[in-house]
């Protein structure tokens, strides 16, 4: 590291030059102001500048020093004899690396000295932060600006910040949107709750919320949008899983995607679809039954003009009277504005192409055009018995051709006839061998068409059916979900009658207790009806809420003064999961009845761990009185403990218990079993 060292006394310079070189630093020495100046701004290699205040000459220090920092920035640290308020402010105007008086001893002035190289760098890693901190923000704002879908920022379903696109898609104005609840982009109210249940029940479940669902803009166009939302927990939040209303209440990105030109997609083809299938809709040979219908005419027109090209014919695709579906694909002058260019012609060619396109089973068609008189042919296209199209080529002519009775028709459709003549001239020759050919190649396609048109039919019929078939499973398994609950909420309510007309106490705790078994069945349907998957669960979930149902019912009663849940995140078969949530409200219960006497407080605990075997742990746990000594929780003729273990033997699972003071309980599956339940049914 080198040193400025200024100081105008030769002899202090000498010794401070001497202090300095044995704390390791490499000194160059400065005697004015202007020397200081030359130096700290030229020479690259000084890492610090120690500066005398008082130079005895016209510059001193502190202007010295604001001069170098106005070129480059460098650590610059006051030495001096005067201790004077006033000099001691000027200088820390200047800047703030320290202020040494000399004859401090060089304790102080190496201290001072490595104070002044810490700050420094300190400084440097702040503005290198701020930089990359800039840096980052304009990169994410230009990504933003950038970004074809609407991003933004989101609390309490409330939009805090959007990117430009986001307002595209809305049409609010920034401060019509901003900062404002986004029901306004709903059409119901209804639709408003549903969004927002699946995007926050989504989060919580993996992380990121998916929905589609439309968007009612400021001019009261509707646009369909695909939104996604994630999760911005803080950093203590980080270490927890959130809840939905913990994601709604906090800080959380979103994307939206326009999907309007795949939801037409969708739309069209379900229209097509319907078309094909609806109750009184065509049958297979039925009067409606279109070519449109059953394929992508974009894809055809690149099928027909691809043919035309490769064999030199014209080509074109009409109903089964003639009417044109396609645009026409290399037609001649002399047809395409010419004979179709008037009444007569135009209504011949249509003609024409009803005959030629009719359905033979044995091959092609091929024949003078009933109109023009060019050589043409086609095959028709048939969905089962019924003509769907014609699919037509030609306007060649050959060696046989009659060209004066072609050169004649000009006067019967009342064209101009050298006009008529100069386009004759121009229509392409093909032996009437190779024209077979091409002919025979068309009615390969047209019959492959045919029999994909059949297919499409069928398998739009099939795919409607089966969808009507899973919404009707799906709409009988709602009812019975919601029967299963309400009958579940009467048995409660009857319960609840019966404990309300009972003086009996040991009544009362028995009805609480069957209240409550029912209770954590109506949980398990209440959480399946939820979930997208309705054979599965979360059964970190279900327990916890198993747990929160005891404590309500039995925990102030007892004198419980702290309720521990550790619940790692688990998924289980829907199967697997009432029976663990019976086999823990039982525990629970007994350890809220017996554990804690005469209302003597303590603590319970319940624990659920998936270990690295892949077997699953269960556990409840007090600091109770413990078991009684005569009792014996595998031949308990109790019904709670019956149930425990009936229960248990049901999973397939292991028991296990101690009593010291306190008691624990454990019920293990192990991995079989677990895969085991699932895949049973």
Same mark, same amino acid.
């Given at each position: 590291?080198?040193?400025?060292?200024?100081?105008?006394?030769?002899?202090?310079?000498?010794?401070?030059?001497?202090?300095?070189?044995?704390?390791?630093?490499?000194?160059?020495?400065?005697?004015?102001?202007?020397?200081?100046?030359?130096?700290?701004?030229?020479?690259?290699?000084?890492?610090?500048?120690?500066?005398?205040?008082?130079?005895?000459?016209?510059?001193?220090?502190?202007?010295?020093?604001?001069?170098?920092?106005?070129?480059?920035?460098?650590?610059?640290?006051?030495?001096?004899?005067?201790?004077?308020?006033?000099?001691?402010?000027?200088?820390?105007?200047?800047?703030?690396?320290?202020?040494?008086?000399?004859?401090?001893?060089?304790?102080?002035?190496?201290?001072?000295?490595?104070?002044?190289?810490?700050?420094?760098?300190?400084?440097?890693?702040?503005?290198?932060?701020?930089?990359?901190?800039?840096?980052?923000?304009?990169?994410?704002?230009?990504?933003?600006?950038?970004?074809?879908?609407?991003?933004?920022?989101?609390?309490?379903?409330?939009?805090?910040?959007?990117?430009?696109?986001?307002?595209?898609?809305?049409?609010?104005?920034?401060?019509?949107?901003?900062?404002?609840?986004?029901?306004?982009?709903?059409?119901?109210?209804?639709?408003?709750?549903?969004?927002?249940?699946?995007?926050?029940?989504?989060?919580?479940?993996?992380?990121?919320?998916?929905?589609?669902?439309?968007?009612?803009?400021?001019?009261?166009?509707?646009?369909?949008?695909?939104?996604?939302?994630?999760?911005?927990?803080?950093?203590?939040?980080?270490?927890?899983?959130?809840?939905?209303?913990?994601?709604?209440?906090?800080?959380?990105?979103?994307?939206?995607?326009?999907?309007?030109?795949?939801?037409?997609?969708?739309?069209?083809?379900?229209?097509?679809?319907?078309?094909?299938?609806?109750?009184?809709?065509?049958?297979?040979?039925?009067?409606?039954?279109?070519?449109?219908?059953?394929?992508?005419?974009?894809?055809?027109?690149?099928?027909?003009?691809?043919?035309?090209?490769?064999?030199?014919?014209?080509?074109?695709?009409?109903?089964?009277?003639?009417?044109?579906?396609?645009?026409?694909?290399?037609?001649?002058?002399?047809?395409?504005?010419?004979?179709?260019?008037?009444?007569?012609?135009?209504?011949?060619?249509?003609?024409?192409?009803?005959?030629?396109?009719?359905?033979?089973?044995?091959?092609?068609?091929?024949?003078?055009?009933?109109?023009?008189?060019?050589?043409?042919?086609?095959?028709?296209?048939?969905?089962?018995?019924?003509?769907?199209?014609?699919?037509?080529?030609?306007?060649?002519?050959?060696?046989?051709?009659?060209?004066?009775?072609?050169?004649?028709?000009?006067?019967?459709?009342?064209?101009?006839?050298?006009?008529?003549?100069?386009?004759?001239?121009?229509?392409?020759?093909?032996?009437?061998?190779?024209?077979?050919?091409?002919?025979?190649?068309?009615?390969?396609?047209?019959?492959?068409?045919?029999?994909?048109?059949?297919?499409?039919?069928?398998?739009?019929?099939?795919?409607?059916?089966?969808?009507?078939?899973?919404?009707?499973?799906?709409?009988?398994?709602?009812?019975?979900?919601?029967?299963?609950?309400?009958?579940?909420?009467?048995?409660?309510?009857?319960?609840?009658?019966?404990?309300?007309?009972?003086?009996?106490?040991?009544?009362?705790?028995?009805?609480?207790?069957?209240?409550?078994?029912?209770?954590?069945?109506?949980?398990?349907?209440?959480?399946?009806?939820?979930?997208?998957?309705?054979?599965?669960?979360?059964?970190?979930?279900?327990?916890?809420?198993?747990?929160?149902?005891?404590?309500?019912?039995?925990?102030?009663?007892?004198?419980?003064?702290?309720?521990?849940?550790?619940?790692?995140?688990?998924?289980?078969?829907?199967?697997?999961?009432?029976?663990?949530?019976?086999?823990? $409200?039982?525990? &629970?219960?007994?350890?809220?009845?017996?554990? !804690?006497?005469? #209302?003597? /407080?303590?603590?319970?605990? %319940?624990? *659920?761990?998936?270990?690295?075997?892949?077997?699953?742990?269960?556990?409840?746990?007090?600091?109770?009185?413990?078991?009684?000594?005569?009792?014996?929780?595998?031949?308990?003729?109790?019904?709670?403990?019956?149930?425990?273990? $009936?229960?248990? &033997?049901?999973?397939?699972?292991?028991?296990? !218990?101690?009593? #010291?003071? /306190?008691?624990?309980?454990? %019920?293990? *599956?192990?991995?079989?079993?677990?895969?085991?339940?699932?895949?049973?049914?």
């Amino acid at each position: 590291m080198t040193i400025l060292l200024v100081e105008d006394s030769a002899v202090i310079a000498l010794v401070e030059q001497r202090q300095l070189e044995g704390f390791g630093y490499k000194v160059e020495l400065a005697a004015t102001g202007e020397e200081a100046v030359a130096i700290g701004i030229g020479r690259a290699d000084i890492d610090l500048v120690l500066m005398d205040v008082d130079l005895g000459a016209a510059m001193d220090g502190v202007r010295a020093a604001e001069l170098i920092l106005e070129k480059r920035e460098l650590p610059i640290v006051f030495i001096s004899s005067h201790t004077e308020q006033a000099i001691v402010e000027r200088t820390e105007r200047v800047t703030s690396y320290g202020f040494v008086l000399k004859n401090s001893g060089p304790t102080v002035l190496e201290a001072s000295l490595k104070m002044a190289f810490r700050l420094h760098d300190a400084y440097h890693a702040i503005e290198s932060r701020e930089r990359s901190l800039a840096e980052s923000a304009a990169r994410m704002e230009s990504t933003l600006a950038a970004a074809p879908v609407g991003i933004g920022t989101i609390r309490d379903r409330t939009v805090l910040d959007a990117n430009e696109r986001y307002l595209q898609l809305t049409g609010f104005e920034p401060g019509e949107q901003l900062g404002k609840p986004t029901r306004m982009l709903f059409e119901s109210e209804e639709e408003y709750l549903r969004v927002g249940e699946v995007l926050y029940s989504g989060c919580a479940e993996t992380g990121v919320g998916e929905v589609e669902t439309r968007y009612r803009r400021r001019d009261g166009s509707f646009v369909d949008v695909l939104i996604r939302l994630a999760a911005f927990p803080s950093s203590a939040q980080r270490r927890i899983k959130l809840t939905k209303d913990d994601i709604i209440h906090n800080l959380a990105t979103f994307s939206v995607l326009d999907i309007s030109d795949r939801k037409r997609a969708e739309r069209a083809m379900e229209s097509r679809v319907l078309a094909l299938t609806e109750p009184g809709g065509p049958s297979l040979t039925g009067e409606e039954l279109r070519f449109e219908a059953l394929f992508d005419l974009d894809e055809i027109q690149q099928i027909q003009d691809a043919f035309s090209s490769a064999t030199g014919v014209a080509s074109i695709i009409t109903d089964a009277d003639g009417r044109p579906i396609t645009k026409p694909s290399n037609f001649t002058r002399l047809c395409d504005s010419i004979i179709r260019g008037t009444d007569i012609g135009c209504a011949n060619c249509m003609h024409s192409d009803a005959m030629l396109g009719r359905m033979n089973p044995d091959g092609p068609l091929m024949a003078s055009c009933l109109s023009g008189g060019l050589l043409d042919g086609g095959a028709g296209i048939s969905v089962g018995d019924k003509h769907i199209a014609n699919w037509l080529i030609g306007q060649v002519v050959d060696d046989d051709t009659d060209f004066n009775a072609i050169k004649s028709y000009a006067a019967l459709i009342g064209a101009d006839q050298a006009d008529f003549d100069a386009a004759l001239a121009e229509v392409p020759r093909m032996s009437g061998e190779t024209f077979s050919k091409v002919c025979n190649a068309l009615f390969v396609i047209a019959r492959q068409l045919s029999t994909l048109a059949y297919r499409n039919v069928q398998q739009a019929r099939a795919i409607v059916e089966r969808n009507k078939a899973e919404e009707e499973k799906d709409a009988l398994y709602r009812e019975l979900k919601h029967r299963i609950k309400n009958g579940m909420a009467l048995m409660m309510g009857l319960v609840d009658l019966e404990a309300g007309r009972s003086k009996e106490a040991a009544v009362h705790k028995a009805l609480s207790a069957t209240r409550a078994r029912i209770e954590s069945l109506a949980t398990l349907y209440d959480l399946l009806s939820g979930s997208a998957n309705p054979n599965e669960i979360r059964l970190d979930e279900y327990l916890g809420r198993i747990a929160e149902v005891v404590e309500s019912t039995f925990a102030e009663a007892v004198g419980v003064t702290e309720f521990r849940l550790d619940m790692e995140r688990y998924t289980i078969s829907a199967r697997a999961a009432a029976p663990l949530a019976l086999v823990l $409200m039982e525990l &629970l219960t007994n350890s809220l009845k017996y554990a !804690f006497p005469e #209302g003597r /407080g303590g603590i319970v605990s %319940v624990a *659920l761990k998936g270990e690295t075997d892949g077997a699953l742990s269960l556990s409840v746990q007090d600091d109770g009185v413990g078991l009684p000594a005569d009792f014996d929780p595998r031949t308990s003729k109790g019904l709670g403990m019956e149930l425990i273990r $009936m229960l248990v &033997l049901q999973l397939g699972g292991e028991l296990s !218990f101690r009593s #010291g003071p /306190g008691t624990r309980f454990e %019920v293990r *599956l192990s991995a079989e079993r677990i895969r085991f339940l699932a895949q049973a049914r």
